[in-house]
Every structure is written in C-alpha cells, then in structure tokens.
C-alpha cells in the first residue's frame, strides 16, 4: 500500500500539529503506526492502532499524541499536544501488523515523512 503523509511544520514549544496519512487502498487489514526520526537519531515508533482502532503509544508521547484511524477514508491521523524541541524530526507513516506472541507492530509499508519542527 502506498501512504502519503502531511501535515508537518515550525511550530513554537507547546503547541500542536495534526498530521495525516492518507493510503492508496483500503488499511482496514492493516494495523497503522507513525515513527518519527530526529536529527542524528535512529527512526523510533511512536505509537500504532489496531485495525479496529485501539491505539497504543510510547511512553515519551503518551497523554500528549493521540493516533485515530478513518477506515472509510484510508486515512490513520497523528494529533500532538504540548510539543517539545524533543519531538523534531520526520515523520512518518506505515501500514503493518501485530507480530504473535509479544504482539510487536511490524511494518510492511512506508510512506514519505514529513518534517515537525519545534523551534521558538
């Protein structure tokens, strides 16, 4: 499957950005995750959802990022709150699976990032 996201941009300390990531078929088979990558790191999971929309996250972004999946559009959405210069960097989207028994997210499928940057 093919995945464009969007939504990146300069935002200050404390603020928000929504980002989307819209498929070329349906994801409703698919369980969805975002990664980001941050300048001169190793790209990290940020969180994923179930097909069925039950999300989980990584400690750094739970409270703050809230991941939600529209099946009917294709579409899996990103929403950050209260972002922190620790959260720069590309992000990215990908459709995959729970890997039995840890139920681990694997990615199958990449989308092209796009930049957050947090700055004041």
């Known amino acids: 499957v093919q995945l464009q996201a969007s939504g990146g941009g300069t935002v200050q300390p404390g603020g928000s950005l929504r980002l989307s990531c819209v498929a070329s078929e349906s994801i409703a088979g698919y369980a969805m995750a975002w990664y980001r990558q941050g300048p001169g790191k190793q790209r990290e999971l940020v969180g994923s959802?179930?097909?069925?929309?039950?999300?989980k996250y990584v400690d750094s972004v739970r409270g703050r990022f809230t991941i939600s999946r529209d099946n009917d559009r294709n579409a899996v959405f990103l929403q950050m709150h209260r972002l922190t210069d620790e959260d720069t960097g590309v992000y990215y989207c990908?459709?995959?699976?729970?890997?039995?028994?840890?139920?681990?997210?694997?990615?199958?499928?990449w989308g092209h990032g796009t930049q957050v940057t947090v700055s004041s």
């Open positions: 959802v179930t097909g069925g929309g039950l999300p």
């Open positions: 990908s459709a995959g699976r729970y890997v039995s028994p840890t139920l681990t997210y694997q990615p199958t499928d």
